[in-house]
């Protein structure tokens, strides 16, 4: 799945929200040199998204609408639908245009209360066509109850393919084995580059044997250079507190880029997956995975903090932005931007950028600040 625009109206936190990932027009001179899809030139979209927000600013909520819509489309279950509803009794609405394989396709849905309707729409892709003219094959139609037209989705027939990874999976990491002998053995080999540059105490990864030739299902033993060894069966390590949160990262990171190098999904977010890492270790992977999807059909979303990242060779449209406004007496308005519906020329420095805050996206201190003047005033009294 290649995600090309997003609309949200009246959607959990979000109540008018676009974000659309094509470009008009080739780059000239960009990093990423094979930004749109392989066999079809002129469909151009963004492969690389950084976005970043202050604290309550949607990031993990954008993720999960995502991934509630996709797993809707995916595995017909409205459970999923119902968990978009936005607050209070307006109508909730989105739609999604994403390619998979040689189709552009066009899903909305409209929740009126507990009616739900959705609409689909199919485009199969012609060798010229950019998105803003595939999606001139997208008509206005009527929607359709979902329980009673659920077949509308078998328009869908292939796999979708996506990788999601929250802040809570660091805590709670699944990292099963592959099955595949060439995929399992360069998978451990990722997780063990990656533990041992995180940890200097981590010794070796290796498969877990019966005996010298015979490996145990699904498991591996991590060893340390204290002469301690973790087993992890099942994806789950048998005593994880040894490592730290830190360290835990490892494993998201390693099924990440272990499904990047033998394609096995199309999508990813990763979602603060970087917050207890090194700058300089989340400058090295985002890096390493821009080069593993350049030439692919293959798209990444990041979510951080860390303004380093700004500092990357990517184009500035790979930079997207969540500011949150305040409105009296009603949801606070989520709107996002990229970095290049601000910036036009190339020359702009974005971390400068961004420090003199023309995104609006700087953290309000003023009140920090207040807090600072009570702290001095209580203690000059106790003096």
């Known amino acids: 799945m290649i995600l090309m625009n997003l609309e949200l109206e009246n959607i959990v936190c979000f109540n008018d929200l676009k974000m659309n990932l094509s470009f008009p027009k080739k780059l000239v001179n960009s990093s990423l040199e094979f930004e749109y899809l392989k066999n079809y030139p002129n469909f151009r979209y963004r492969k690389i998204n950084i976005i970043y927000g202050s604290n309550s600013t949607g990031k993990t909520s954008l993720a999960k609408v995502i991934l509630y819509i996709v797993n809707f489309i995916s595995h017909k279950n409205i459970e999923n639908l119902k968990k978009l509803k936005g607050i209070g009794t307006a109508n909730s609405y989105f739609l999604i245009d994403f390619v998979v394989d040689s189709h552009l396709y066009r899903v909305e849905c409209l929740i009126e209360n507990e009616d739900y309707k959705i609409n689909v729409q199919k485009h199969q892709l012609l060798k010229l066509d950019t998105y803003e003219k595939a999606t001139t094959d997208f008509t206005t139609k009527k929607f359709k109850n979902v329980i009673r037209n659920i077949e509308t989705l078998d328009e869908i027939k292939d796999n979708l393919g996506w990788f999601f990874s929250f802040p809570e999976d660091i805590t709670f ?55 301690k060894s973790i087993i992890c069966q099942n994806g789950k390590p048998v005593d994880s507190n040894i490592l730290s949160s830190g360290t835990r990262t490892a494993f998201n990171l390693a099924i990440c880029l272990t499904s990047m190098l033998f394609n096995l999904n199309q999508f990813y977010y990763l979602d603060e997956q970087f917050c207890y890492l090194n700058t300089d270790i989340e400058k090295s992977i985002i890096s390493l995975i821009t080069q593993y999807i350049n030439k692919k059909d293959e798209q990444v979303f990041i979510t951080t903090h860390n303004l380093d990242i700004s500092e990357l060779n990517l184009p500035k449209h790979s930079f997207w932005f969540l500011i949150k406004e305040p409105v009296e007496d009603k949801q606070a308005n989520i709107k996002i931007m990229s970095a290049s519906d601000i910036i036009i020329k190339n020359n702009v420095n974005l971390r400068n950028a961004i420090e003199n805050d023309v995104f609006n996206t700087a953290p309000k201190l003023e009140n920090i600040d207040n807090l600072e003047n009570l702290m001095v005033n209580e203690l000059k009294k106790g003096e």
């Open 173 to 227: 990491q699944s990292f099963m084995i592959y099955s595949e002998k060439a995929i399992r053995e360069n998978q451990l080999k990722i997780l063990k580059t990656i533990l041992m540059t995180l940890d200097t105490n981590i010794k070796d990864v290796k498969p877990l044997k019966i005996n010298a030739k015979e490996e145990i299902e699904d498991a591996y033993v991590i060893e340390l250079h204290s002469n």
